[in-house]
């Protein structure tokens, strides 16, 4: 089946600062999701990317699809100690989601 | 409406003890999947349901692990002879596009 690699494992961020944490896919995707996971919590879906070269916002995040579909970003701008927790992307492998391993991102204030 | 709900929250168990975790899905849904998350681990998929039937349980870690779906709605996930390594958040999700997860059950094997 399709596999899906993040980067990085971890980001360590000082609070105002921006980053960009990444997705890549060992074959085309029809979509690609993100979720988030606080601490303690469960995940959470975030947003999905469809079209090519697609990019959607969510206040102060940037999500972008690749022009091939087998790549997203995730860009945060500013960020805050709210962004705290662990952010996955998942695409299609037949009838199931394949998660990458994710990116936790702890912020330093 | 309600979202996905899982029982118990909380399970500790002796090694060698059959456990069963129980998933709520969100009405209507008839996908439902389980997953196993270690602790700082990412997500572990085991099986799928859609509607009664699982299409693929190759997922599921060992013969000791088996879950089942009745009247499209809850599902069981049945561990036998826990094993100290089966320790982990078990989650449940349903939803047939974006996936809705459930709180999960954290299972500790002692």
């Known amino acids: 089946g399709q596999q899906v690699m993040q980067i990085p494992q971890y980001q360590h961020v000082q609070e105002g600062e921006d980053f960009t944490t990444y997705c890549n896919s060992s074959?085309?995707?029809?979509?690609i999701q993100w979720y988030k996971q606080r601490p303690g919590g469960h995940p959470v879906f975030l947003i999905q990317?469809?079209?090519?070269?697609e990019v959607k916002k969510q206040k102060r995040l940037t999500f972008q699809f690749g022009e091939a579909k087998k790549n997203s970003s995730l860009h945060i701008t500013a960020t805050q100690t709210t962004d705290v927790g662990t952010y996955f992307c998942?695409?299609?492998?037949?009838?199931?989601?394949?998660f990458g391993a994710g990116t936790t991102v702890t912020v330093r204030a | 409406g309600a979202g996905v709900s899982q029982s118990p929250s909380n399970k500790v168990t002796e090694k060698g003890k059959d456990v069963e975790l129980r998933c709520d899905p969100i009405s209507g849904h008839t996908a439902l999947y389980w997953y196993r998350q270690s602790l700082g681990q990412g997500l572990e998929f085991l099986i799928y349901?859609?509607?009664?039937?699982?299409?693929?349980k190759s997922g599921l870690p060992s013969d000791r692990f088996s879950a089942e779906r009745t009247g499209g709605s809850v599902s069981t996930l049945t561990i036998q002879r826990t094993q100290q390594e089966d320790s982990a958040v078990y989650l449940c999700?349903?939803?047939?596009?974006?996936?809705?997860f459930g709180p999960g059950t954290r299972l500790t094997v002692t």
């Open positions: 074959t085309t995707l029809s979509n």
């Open positions: 990317l469809v079209k090519s070269g």
């Open positions: 999700a349903s939803g047939e596009y974006e996936q809705y």
């Open positions: 998942a695409g299609p492998d037949d009838y199931k989601l394949s």
């Open positions: 349901f859609q509607g009664n039937s699982a299409p693929d």
